[in-house]
């Protein structure tokens, strides 16, 4: 079973930074980030390909946050930039233990491993 740690959420303001990281505890494939804000579902934030050559992006985020990889140290990375108090939610990551899935890197379905989420909250 992989285990996968979130970090690095917390308090920014309008227009601010905030740079979360996930770590695996073994070798992963294609990873993604989720968010969930309260009274809401769970919803696609961002996710890369095993090898980081593709990227996803969810249409609210794009070009504002920038997913990457580390693979020598099982690690994801999200740079949020120009955050908006809609941002605000716990950001889950997310991995799959398949190399090649059918199914969207935008689905709860790709992933076989979750974080336990980290807050992030963006004040106006």
């Known amino acids: 079973q992989v285990q996968l740690v979130e970090s690095g959420g917390g308090l920014a303001q309008t227009g601010g930074s905030l740079k979360l990281s996930c770590v695996a505890s073994d070798r992963t494939f294609s990873m993604g980030w989720f968010r969930q804000a309260p009274g809401k579902e769970r919803e696609f934030v961002s996710a890369?390909?095993?090898?980081?050559?593709?990227?996803y992006y969810a249409d609210s985020v794009k070009g504002r946050f920038t997913i990457s990889r580390e693979n020598v140290k099982n690690t994801v990375y999200l740079q949020m930039n120009s955050l908006k108090p809609e941002d605000t939610a716990v950001y889950y990551c997310?991995?799959?233990?398949?190399?090649?899935?059918?199914?969207?890197?935008?689905?709860?379905?790709?992933?076989?491993?979750w974080g336990q989420g980290t807050q992030v909250t963006v004040s106006s």
């Open positions: 997310a991995a799959s233990r398949m190399r090649y899935s059918s199914i969207n890197y935008d689905s709860n379905a790709r992933y076989d491993y």
């Open positions: 890369i390909s095993w090898n980081g050559g593709t990227t």
